[in-house]
């Protein structure tokens, strides 16, 4: 059970919504990071008095460290200094809610020093699924997933030691705002319309990637590399209305499955409690008005990302690195409004075409790999402006 914790990205939807967590379940916040920060962070450490705070902008962590000096809370700068925080000693469990390929370094920090680890940053175990997971095991660090889907395959999993029994997982997916729509009017979406979610209010990255299905994709990656299975045994399944929030299918038949409001500090709470369970403030899920539940498949015409992703898992861990560094770059260019919606799968489906993408690689290789395919989309992009 969690008595402190360290926040990679607390200004963040899962951030904030875990220091609400943490206040409710009186946790003591040791560390806490940004990028930028601004006000939102300066209130969090006057709110929570963590021991550091880092920001990985140094210009606002210069500006900071002024701000705050009537604190007691040490202030640093540059991506380095979150290393520091996801493996101070003060915190006994790490909460990786960072967004992007950003939070791996610091991921594997936290797995070194022991800590449990409340995953959030699904892209670290897309890109470097295999390597986290050894880790994990070399340290015996507890990986709690937080996202909604794999907390809900966590839960049912409990007293299911052996994955040999698992016939399937079956993620469900809300089918983003565009769903059911003509291929010729999703083209036309803007990002503006994309962050707008039906069920859940998310960052701008991920509202992105569950309008396009990437998010689907990326998570039936994490949910393989966290369950070590095949692509084949773990299945997405359209359900819209958000009130079953994934299932397990079992050797025999039998069908478990986690249902409750689609409210993300029900999961951020159980990666604390777990394997206990704690008493919420949470809005109890009313099964007499939540409505009819329905679940289908999912259009793999109209939202080409998840069969990019769904391809990207069959070749191997390079590729899903592949597939998630380009896509964090053209999520951010589509969120500039400098290319449109279907230009994302574009551009994801040229980067796994020109690097090869059999193998796990090294962690090195991987960081080399994210790298240098980040490069060449930001090159692609260049080109297309010409
Ligand atoms: P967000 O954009 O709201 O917040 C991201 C946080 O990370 C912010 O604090 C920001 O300052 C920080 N950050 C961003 N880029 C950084 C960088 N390069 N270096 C250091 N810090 C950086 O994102 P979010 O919606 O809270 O999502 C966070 C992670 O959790 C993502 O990986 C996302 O896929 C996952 N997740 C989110 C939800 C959700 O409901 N929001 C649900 C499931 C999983
Ligand atoms: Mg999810």
Same mark, same amino acid.
């Given at each position: 059970?969690?008595?402190?914790?360290?926040?990679?990205?607390?200004?963040? +939807?899962?951030?904030?919504?875990?220091?609400?967590?943490?206040?409710?379940?009186?946790?003591?916040?040791?560390?806490?990071?940004?990028?930028?920060?601004?006000?939102?962070?300066?209130?969090?450490?006057?709110?929570?008095?963590?021991?550091?705070?880092?920001?990985?902008?140094?210009?606002?962590?210069?500006?900071?460290?002024?701000?705050?000096?009537?604190?007691?809370? #040490?202030?640093?700068?540059?991506?380095?200094?979150?290393? $520091?925080?996801?493996?101070?000693?003060?915190?006994?469990?790490?909460?990786?809610?960072?967004?992007?390929?950003?939070?791996?370094?610091?991921?594997?920090?936290?797995?070194?020093?022991? #800590?449990?680890?409340?995953?959030?940053?699904?892209?670290?175990?897309?890109?470097?699924?295999?390597?986290?997971?050894?880790?994990?095991?070399?340290?015996?660090?507890?990986?709690?997933?937080?996202?909604?889907?794999?907390?809900?395959?966590?839960?049912?999993?409990?007293?299911?030691?052996?994955?040999?029994?698992?016939?399937?997982?079956?993620?469900? *997916?809300?089918?983003?705002?565009?769903?059911?729509?003509? #291929?010729?009017?999703?083209?036309?979406?803007?990002? +503006?319309?994309?962050? #707008?979610?039906?069920?859940? +209010?998310?960052?701008?990255?991920?509202?992105?990637?569950?309008?396009?299905?990437?998010?689907?994709?990326?998570?039936?990656?994490?949910?393989?590399?966290?369950?070590?299975?095949?692509?084949?045994?773990?299945?997405?399944?359209?359900?819209?209305?958000?009130?079953?929030?994934?299932?397990?299918?079992? *050797?025999?038949?039998?069908?478990?499955?986690?249902?409750?409001?689609?409210?993300?500090?029900?999961?951020?709470?159980?990666?604390?409690?777990?394997?206990?369970? =704690? $008493?919420?403030?949470?809005?109890?899920?009313?099964?007499?008005?939540?409505?009819?539940?329905?679940?289908?498949?999912?259009?793999?015409?109209?939202?080409?990302?998840?069969?990019?992703?769904?391809?990207?898992?069959?070749?191997?861990?390079?590729?899903?690195?592949?597939?998630?560094?380009?896509?964090?770059?053209?999520?951010?260019?589509?969120?500039?409004?400098?290319?449109?919606?279907?230009?994302?799968?574009?551009?994801?489906?040229?980067?796994?075409?020109?690097?090869? =993408?059999?193998?796990?690689?090294?962690?090195?290789?991987?960081?080399?790999?994210?790298?240098?395919?980040?490069?060449?989309?930001?090159?692609?992009?260049?080109?297309?402006?010409?």
């Amino acid at each position: 059970m969690t008595q402190s914790i360290s926040i990679l990205g607390s200004t963040g +939807s899962i951030g904030r919504q875990t220091l609400e967590v943490a206040e409710e379940m009186h946790l003591r916040v040791a560390a806490i990071t940004a990028r930028t920060g601004g006000a939102r962070f300066e209130e969090q450490i006057r709110a929570f008095h963590p021991e550091l705070a880092v920001l990985t902008d140094e210009t606002a962590a210069a500006d900071l460290r002024v701000r705050v000096a009537d604190q007691n809370t #040490k202030v640093l700068g540059g991506a380095e200094a979150l290393l $520091e925080a996801a493996a101070l000693p003060a915190a006994d469990t790490l909460v990786t809610a960072v967004v992007g390929t950003a939070g791996l370094r610091p991921t594997i920090a936290g797995i070194r020093a022991g #800590k449990r680890i409340a995953l959030a940053n699904k892209e670290t175990l897309v890109c470097a699924g295999r390597i986290v997971m050894a880790e994990a095991a070399a340290h015996r660090a507890e990986i709690v997933p937080v996202d909604s889907e794999h907390s809900a395959v966590f839960q049912c999993l409990q007293g299911i030691a052996d994955r040999s029994e698992i016939r399937r997982i079956l993620l469900t *997916c809300s089918g983003g705002p565009f769903f059911g729509m003509p #291929k010729s009017q999703i083209a036309g979406k803007k990002a +503006s319309d994309a962050i #707008k979610h039906p069920n859940w +209010s998310m960052g701008a990255k991920i509202s992105v990637d569950s309008a396009t299905l990437m998010n689907k994709g990326l998570e039936i990656i994490e949910a393989m590399r966290l369950y070590d299975l095949p692509l084949e045994k773990v299945r997405p399944v359209i359900h819209r209305q958000s009130v079953v929030h994934s299932l397990v299918e079992l *050797c025999d038949g039998a069908v478990l499955a986690q249902l409750g409001t689609p409210d993300m500090r029900l999961p951020i709470r159980y990666a604390f409690t777990w394997p206990k369970r =704690g $008493e919420s403030r949470a809005e109890p899920l009313d099964l007499f008005t939540c409505g009819a539940i329905s679940f289908s498949e999912p259009d793999r015409t109209a939202f080409p990302c998840l069969a990019l992703a769904e391809q990207a898992a069959e070749q191997g861990g390079r590729a899903c690195c592949v597939l998630n560094a380009a896509n964090e770059i053209a999520v951010a260019a589509y969120l500039e409004d400098r290319i449109g919606f279907y230009d994302i799968p574009a551009l994801v489906e040229r980067a796994l075409g020109a690097f090869p =993408g059999a193998g796990d690689g090294t962690l090195d290789e991987i960081l080399a790999l994210d790298g240098s395919v980040r490069e060449a989309v930001r090159g692609y992009l260049a080109e297309d402006k010409r």
